[in-house]
């Protein structure tokens, strides 16, 4: 659409194109892919939903009608294996934050007669389409927005919005209730404030952004634990800032105030439960199903041989682990090889002229990244309940994947094409399978794609029967 001039009364007037096509290609593209695929329309029944999904909805059902987040008799007995009980109050695992969000919407819903009681699966569909799927799809035109960095045109900044969801898992995780979806979009939400900054020629004029920067960052961290890495890491970003030092001192101190009101909502709701401000899913003593680990054989303090094999056992068993995280059954690149294509983009910014903001954020997403794994992979022992590849991977899989705009501006042999081709579409394939259900009540006993569709062909099976049965 060509812009014109309008003359009103003396004076030249331009209006501004309120629609762009572009922009909203990607969110309307999840959105009709997603709305079809959400947990609560493919499986409705309730021994069909994972512990975690059931305690979150079940917290939230307790915050609306009973004001307190403590769960009742009825809601603890179908999650009775996953619910910790404190005297006599029995508690979700999870961080309470994501519940008390959707706490709101839930209800406006009652007052419209919409309740778990008689409306379960529509009240549950709702809460997922809110909290979950319309994030998602905002992501997409979110980076659409921070792709103007790569200065790379419209239909690139799309199709990298739609790489960024497609071709990292989050398009899986956006078809069932879950913190991690959320929070990888705050992360990148921060993210984008941070780069609005960075490219801003005024200093005084992004103080909001600042202060929203740690909001998202903070609200982020409060819903996934995990993203906690992000909430540090982007502070040096700030002082990497071409500012002087009292405006950079300053600008901490905004991102300081911002974050301050997450923290302070995740603190009331954490700390009268467990004490402290982890959640009490990083409590496992206060599990009454918890087993005592059974005491490790007795080693010889004087054996100086012995006490270096079991170092080495150690570090063998981590570096295993860690392999696992990256290509095991539940691996990051043996799901989403695409990745790869995030972190040449973020050697790309290391070595041009880019500011020194901007190569900070961009090693901060790689770190960020390497911080989480590393920490899962040496303390998660149960790969079944990272459920569709790696759930705790999703909030930074994104970030990491928007770097490959870095590589986008520029021309490519026809080979690094056919390549590059080639990774995003297995990793849009693993996606799309994981979509169909990411979250199974029992998690994934093997590679989770074939899990996925072993699954996928199994529901078809019993859809199929049970028409046949009707007729």
């Known amino acids: 659409m060509s812009s014109f001039t309008i003359n009103l009364m003396g004076f030249n007037w331009t209006p501004r194109r309120r629609v762009r096509p572009w922009a909203l290609a990607g969110p309307i593209v999840i959105l009709l892919f997603c709305l079809p695929l959400l947990r609560p329309l493919r499986h409705p029944d309730p021994r069909d939903i994972s512990d975690n999904e059931t305690a979150r909805l079940a917290t939230v059902q307790?915050?609306?009608?009973?004001?307190?987040?403590?769960?009742?008799?009825?809601?603890?007995?179908?999650?009775?294996?996953?619910?910790?009980?404190?005297?006599?109050?029995?508690?979700?695992?999870?961080?309470?934050?994501?519940a008390v969000l959707l706490s709101g919407a839930y209800w406006v819903m009652t007052k419209m007669g919409l309740t778990f009681a008689d409306h379960g699966p529509t009240v549950s569909y709702v809460l997922t389409l809110l909290g979950v799927t319309i994030p998602v799809a905002a992501c997409s035109g979110l980076i659409y927005r921070m792709a103007r960095v790569f200065e790379l045109s419209r239909p690139r900044r799309t199709l990298l919005g739609l790489i960024c969801v497609f071709g990292t898992g989050l398009i899986s995780y956006a078809t069932v209730l879950n913190p991690h979806a959320p929070a990888a979009v705050l992360v990148l939400c921060a993210a984008a404030c941070l780069i609005h900054v960075t490219r801003s020629p005024s200093a005084v004029r992004t103080s909001p952004w600042l202060m929203l920067a740690g909001f998202c960052a903070a609200l982020a961290s409060a819903i996934d634990i995990p993203a906690i890495v992000f909430l540090a890491l982007f502070l040096p970003v700030i002082l990497a800032l071409r500012w002087p030092i009292r405006m950079r001192v300053a600008g901490v101190a905004l991102y300081v105030i911002g974050l301050s009101a997450p923290?302070?909502?995740?603190?009331?709701?954490?700390v009268p439960v467990t004490g402290d401000l982890?959640?009490?899913c990083y409590h496992p003593e206060l599990r009454t199903d918890f087993e005592?680990?059974?005491?490790?054989?007795?080693?010889?303090?004087?054996?100086?041989?012995?006490?270096?094999?079991?170092?080495?056992?150690?570090?063998?068993?981590?570096?295993?682990?860690?392999?696992?995280?990256?290509?095991?059954?539940?691996?990051?690149?043996?799901?989403?090889?695409?990745?790869?294509?995030?972190?040449?983009?973020?050697?790309?910014?290391?070595?041009?002229?880019?500011?020194?903001?901007?190569?900070?954020?961009?090693?901060?997403?790689?770190?960020?990244a390497i911080v989480i794994v590393?920490?899962?992979?040496?303390h998660k022992t149960d790969?079944?309940?990272?459920?569709?590849?790696?759930?705790?991977?999703?909030?930074?899989?994104?970030?990491?994947?928007?770097?490959?705009?870095?590589?986008?501006?520029?021309?490519?042999r026809v080979q690094s094409w056919v390549f590059t081709g080639t990774g995003l579409a297995f990793s849009v394939l693993v996606s799309l399978i994981g979509a169909?259900?990411?979250w199974?009540?029992?998690?994934?006993?093997?590679?989770?794609?074939?899990?996925?569709?072993?699954?996928?062909?199994?529901?078809?099976?019993?859809?199929?029967?049970?028409i046949a049965g009707r007729q």
């Open 263 to 270: 923290l302070a909502l995740h603190s009331a709701l954490t």
């Open 383 to 412: 790969w079944r309940e990272a459920m569709f590849a790696a759930r705790w991977f999703i909030v930074f899989s994104p970030m990491v994947m928007f770097w490959t705009g870095a590589w986008l501006r520029k021309p490519h």
């Open 440 to 466: 199974p009540r029992e998690g994934f006993d093997r590679w989770t794609v074939v899990g996925a569709t072993k699954n996928l062909v199994s529901q078809d099976n019993a859809t199929h029967e049970a």
């Open 436 to 438: 169909t259900g990411p």
């Open 278 to 280: 982890l959640p009490l």
């Open 62 to 98: 307790a915050i609306v009608e009973r004001g307190t987040l403590a769960l009742d008799d009825a809601q603890v007995r179908p999650i009775a294996r996953t619910v910790i009980t404190l005297g006599n109050a029995h508690y979700a695992p999870q961080a309470s934050t994501m």
């Open 292 to 368: 005592e680990p059974k005491p490790a054989p007795a080693m010889i303090e004087d054996d100086a041989d012995t006490f270096t094999v079991s170092i080495w056992q150690r570090v063998g068993e981590s570096i295993g682990r860690c392999l696992m995280a990256i290509v095991g059954e539940h691996g990051l690149l043996s799901h989403f090889p695409i990745l790869l294509l995030g972190v040449i983009g973020v050697g790309k910014i290391m070595h041009r002229h880019w500011p020194s903001a901007t190569k900070t954020l961009a090693g901060a997403s790689v770190v960020g």
């Open 374 to 378: 590393i920490a899962f992979a040496t």
